[in-house]
T-cell receptor
Framework: GESVGLHLPTLSVQEGDNSIINCAYS??????FIWYKQESGKGPQFIID?????DKRQGQRVTVLLNKTVKHLSLQIAATQPGDSAVYFC???????????FGKGTKLSVKP | EAQVTQNPRYLITVTGKKLTVTCSQN?????MSWYRQDPGLGLRQIYY???????DKGDVPEGYKVSRKEKRNFPLILESPSPNQTSLYFC??????????????FGNGTRLTVT
């Protein structure tokens, strides 16, 4: 598959454990954040998003936490599975265009 | 099936030889965008289009052109490719208003090598 990045931060977890992927953002005025998952050889896929009027949002097995005080975003994956192995990107909304600014990504490896 | 289709998946070319990477979406999305992905740099936006006949520069537009003559297609044109344009390219689309009102749908990428 395609290599999406060298020297990416890597998180290695055991199957069944919970994973936490962290992201720092730059603009304190950002009001929208989103997480994407990119599997080898594929384009990024939407996982979950959150607006700045919320601190937490839950999806299926995933939770996003937003700490505006320290400009920090995290993605929690419950009961991590081998299919969760991928590169995960956070992104924030750019003003005034409304386009997304992507982080450099974190590689999640799940050990069976 | 709702999808964004890019062609070709792989392309090797030589410096200066004009090329076009096609992108088509079947979801009637107004917003379309091109990104390049390089090791250690993440996804960087090249150009985007809010609707037909409306295109704007992203963060790294130099050396690229785009056109949006119809809603479904958004080709990326490299008039005179150079080796620093060797990269993995992604096309993406979303509903009207852009990627913060509805999530982006990405194609599977085009790996371009310029020698």
């Amino acid at each position: 598959g395609e290599s999406v990045g060298l020297h990416l931060p890597t998180l290695s977890v055991q199957e069944g454990d919970n994973s936490i992927i962290n992201c720092a953002y730059s603009n304190s005025a950002s009001d929208y954040f989103i997480w994407y998952k990119q599997e080898s050889g594929k384009g990024p896929q939407f996982i979950i998003d959150i607006r700045s009027n919320m601190d937490k949002r839950q999806g299926q097995r995933v939770t996003v936490l937003l700490n505006k005080t320290v400009k920090h975003l995290s993605l929690q994956i419950a009961a991590t599975q081998p299919g969760d192995s991928a590169v995960y990107f956070c992104a924030e909304k750019e003003r005034p265009t409304g386009n997304l600014i992507f982080g450099k990504g974190t590689k999640l490896s799940v050990k069976p | 099936e709702a999808q964004v289709t890019q062609n070709p998946r792989y392309l090797i070319t030589v410096t200066g030889k004009k090329l076009t990477v096609t992108c088509s979406q079947n979801m009637n999305h107004e917003y379309m965008s091109w990104y390049r992905q390089d090791p250690g740099l993440g996804l960087r936006q090249i150009y985007y289009s809010m609707n037909v006949e409306v295109t704007d520069k992203g963060d790294v537009p130099e050396g690229y052109k785009v056109s949006r003559k119809e809603k479904r297609n958004f080709p990326l044109i490299l008039e005179s490719p150079s080796p620093n344009q060797t990269s993995l390219y992604f096309c993406a689309s979303s509903l009207a208003g852009g990627p913060t009102l509805s999530p982006l749908h990405f194609g599977n990428g085009t790996r371009l090598t310029v020698t």
